[in-house]
């Protein structure tokens, strides 16, 4: 019995796996598997190959996230070469991104999305949460001045200045917080 190799593809038309047929009993060929063709696909790099019915066409891969959105919904439950390699895809090219993210569906598919510019009124909040944070570290760092003079191992007068600083720095850590809260 010769076997004939054959191209499997997704019910997208991609590239799947390499499969093989066998001869008809009847006669007059052999018994293709679904979704297959016996013309083997030219894979470039960076692309997938893709059957439209009479050929296999190379579809680029995405390179970009903004390229990724342009694909449109993944679904989480397909194993098939091609889905597997767009989720890895989406990881990679959304990594670290400032612009661009992952979403899950309901029904756990995946996308890319082009993360919306914050508004004055939120950079206005980062700005004041990271002064507040800033201001919480300066009075973390100084604190053993309080530990010293309570300890009585310095006096108040030695760290005169630190102290100065400290209060001013709770007094606008405070103002700070009433404004976010206001926000």
Not at 24 to 44: A, K
């Amino acid at each position: 019995m010769t076997l004939k190799p054959v191209f499997i593809y997704d019910a997208d038309g991609f590239f799947d796996h390499q499969s093989s047929a066998q001869p008809d009993p009847m006669g007059g060929g052999y018994l293709m598997p679904p979704n297959s063709t016996d013309v083997e696909p030219n894979i470039d790099d960076g692309c997938f190959a893709r059957w439209n019915g009479k050929e296999w066409v190379s579809v680029a891969m995405p390179a970009t996230a903004a390229d990724c959105v342009k694909l449109g919904a993944v679904s989480h439950y397909t194993h098939t070469p091609h889905d597997e390699r767009l989720r890895q895809l989406f990881q990679v090219l959304t990594e670290g991104s400032e612009t661009h993210r992952i979403e899950r569906g309901e029904d756990l598919s995946w996308k890319v999305v082009e993360i919306p510019e914050k508004t004055p009124e939120e950079k206005h909040r980062e700005q004041v949460e990271s002064r507040i944070a800033e201001l919480k570290g300066k009075l973390a760092d100084s604190d053993y001045v309080v530990i010293k003079i309570a300890e009585g191992e310095a006096s108040a007068e030695e760290y005169a200045e630190v102290l100065a600083n400290r209060k001013l720095w709770r007094e606008e850590i405070n103002r700070l917080q009433k404004e976010l809260e206001e926000l």
